[in-house]
């Protein structure tokens, strides 16, 4: 990680890539710690403040992690990570329901966008 704070600008975006990894390796701890800081440092990186959520659902607190993903989708409501893990928690918690609407939503675009695709074809 003191790599990471001597990238300078780019900081922010190795600290986040090394939370992620540490998460990916269930260091959990260590993946807390460096979201946090990131957050910290840059309160409007909803990547990192993501992070931060899925940590605390894994750490297994579902209540903080929901409220972090809510307030993602309160400042960006179509940060497409945080409403996938809305829904992958809801389906945890078993609010299949809410899971199923959000994860039809998030591909709604691409079934019209494929439903159009014949046509584009027939027009060139």
């Given at each position: ?17 090394l939370?992620?990894?540490l998460?990916?390796?269930?260091r ?7 979201a946090?800081?990131t957050?910290?440092e ?30 993602i989708?309160?400042?960006q ?8 893990n ?6 945890l ?31 060139t």
């Amino acid at each position: 990680e003191a790599i990471a704070r001597q990238a300078g600008p780019d900081g922010g975006r190795a600290s986040l890539f090394l939370g992620i990894l540490l998460f990916s390796e269930d260091r959990l701890d260590a993946a807390r710690a460096v979201a946090e800081r990131t957050v910290a440092e840059a309160p409007q990186n909803l990547l990192a403040r993501n992070l931060l959520a899925a940590v605390a659902i894994a750490q297994g607190d579902p209540g903080a992690g929901r409220e972090i993903l809510t307030g993602i989708l309160a400042a960006q409501p179509d940060f497409v990570p945080a409403r996938v893990n809305l829904a992958k928690l809801d389906i945890l918690e078993g609010r299949l329901t809410q899971a199923r609407a959000a994860l039809d939503a998030l591909l709604l675009p691409i079934d019209t966008a494929l439903s159009d695709w014949p046509s584009q074809l027939t027009r060139t």
